[in-house]
């Protein structure tokens, strides 16, 4: 039984990997990032709960990020990503990475996948620290192709 629970408590633990991405970093990798259109196919918490909800998000493929060993890695945009800006009064806003936009000094982001459009809005130039992680949630982008379900 122990053996049952110290393994659960790493696969928890291990999950959901926290990465940092420096501010000037973010700020230019979302130079000339653009909004397309996609189908985002999310499961709920039974397996009957399924739904497809198209949304506006943002066209990166990949974003730069740094582990906790200082490590450069890549992580592939995912709709289960979310990211964490802190301001410099150490309030946070997460928002779905895929929704994240920044124009002129005003980044925005989705703060629900359900309630598509329930925006945050904030400047950029209050921002200090950014997280971002793997929400582990089963939300897919649906193939342009896929015909399933239609």
């Not at 200090?128 to 192709?145: M, S």
Request: proline content about 4%; hydrophobic content about 35%; aromatic content about 12%.
């Amino acid at each position: 039984m122990k053996k049952i629970f110290s393994f659960g408590l790493l696969l928890i633990l291990s999950a959901c990997k926290t990465y940092e991405i420096p501010v000037e970093s973010f700020s230019e990798q979302f130079k000339n990032v653009q909004q397309v259109e996609k189908i985002i196919a999310m499961h709920g918490p039974t397996m009957f709960a399924y739904s497809e909800v198209p949304t506006l998000v943002n066209n990166l493929d990949s974003i730069r990020v740094i582990d906790k060993k200082g490590q450069v890695l890549y992580l592939e945009n995912a709709p289960s990503l979310i990211i964490r800006f802190f301001d410099v009064n150490n309030k946070y806003y997460t928002m779905y990475f895929d929704s994240v936009l920044l124009k002129n000094d005003t980044l925005t982001g989705d703060r629900s996948r359900m309630l598509n459009g329930w925006l945050y809005e904030i400047p950029f130039s209050s921002i200090k620290k950014i997280k971002i992680q793997d929400d582990k949630k089963i939300y897919k982008y649906k193939p342009k192709n896929d015909k399933k379900n239609e």
